[in-house]
């Protein structure tokens, strides 16, 4: 006879010589349904849709089919997530699967508490909305496991904190250099380039998708950084360096005499 460890729940029988008689819902199901835990598995990935949303690629879930600890844990593939509601501005957004009983939908909030315990919730990223530009993280696909209590740990004790690196000093005449340096967002960890402020000056030329300035100093290490057109408020991404004084954008949002900064600050936040 096989005991009944929890109200409703049947476990295998052990045979005589210690082997477990598995059956095709008790072992397993009951497994995931008090030790697994949501997660992203695959896909998930967020795209800047250039208008304060962002775009959710196809994705595997693990979830709990409702909010309850004692609910079946449901693995799910979820083709067309499409994109989120309209982000708020200058804040930072969460984004999130709701398993929904099963027509999962994405849902958006400005607090980590909103839905950060829902077992059927899952967590795809964080989005800090500036206007149109979307600076956004990916949660790691970190796998099943009782592993959300210690994210969420972590990100309502430190939105973010500092592990190695992001060493301050001084160079030249008033400007400050930072080193590369490794940053925790709850379980995900994210690593920053070095860069040097200020770094701005005004645009000598107008070509589509470029920046153009002779007295730039632009370097290598400038692919990836974000440059801010401060006349027009517009935003771009460095995808090449050509030279000291010309950087290839991925936007066309520079014509001459428009004035610039040029930085690498991909982390935003609130606090």
């Not at 796998?143 to 740990?153: C, Q």
């Not at 000093?169 to 380039?193: A, D, I």
């Amino acid at each position: 006879m096989s005991k009944r460890l929890i109200p409703g729940h049947e476990y295998p029988k052990v045979n005589e010589d210690g082997g477990v008689q598995l059956t095709s819902d008790i072992t397993l199901q009951d497994y995931m349904k008090w030790f697994g835990d949501r997660t992203l598995l695959s896909g998930g990935a967020i795209t800047d849709n250039g208008n304060g949303t962002v775009a959710i690629a196809s994705l595997t879930g693990w979830v709990k089919a409702t909010d309850s600890e004692t609910a079946d844990g449901k693995f799910f593939d979820w083709a067309s997530p499409g994109n989120t509601a309209a982000l708020t501005d200058m804040t930072t957004n969460y984004v999130y699967v709701d398993y929904n009983g099963g027509t999962p939908q994405l849902v958006v909030s400005t607090s980590i508490t909103t839905h950060g315990f829902k077992l059927d919730h899952i967590l795809i990223g964080t989005c800090f909305r500036d206007g149109a530009k979307i600076h956004f993280h990916q949660v790691e696909t970190i796998g099943i496991g009782r592993i959300n209590r210690s994210d969420m740990h972590h990100r309502e004790e430190h939105p973010v904190h500092r592990a190695t690196g992001v060493v301050t000093s001084s160079v030249g005449t008033r400007n400050l250099g930072v080193t590369t340096g490794v940053l925790y967002e709850g379980n995900s960890r994210h690593t920053t380039h070095p860069f040097t402020t200020p770094n701005s000056g005004t645009a000598d030329a107008t070509e589509a998708n470029t920046l153009h300035d002779a007295d730039g100093g632009f370097a290598t290490t400038d692919v990836g950084k974000t440059v801010h057109n401060t006349t027009d408020d517009t935003y771009a991404t460095v995808t090449a360096f050509v030279d000291s004084g010309q950087l290839t954008l991925d936007a066309d949002i520079f014509i001459s005499g428009e004035n610039y900064d040029l930085d690498i600050f991909s982390y935003w936040y609130t606090s």
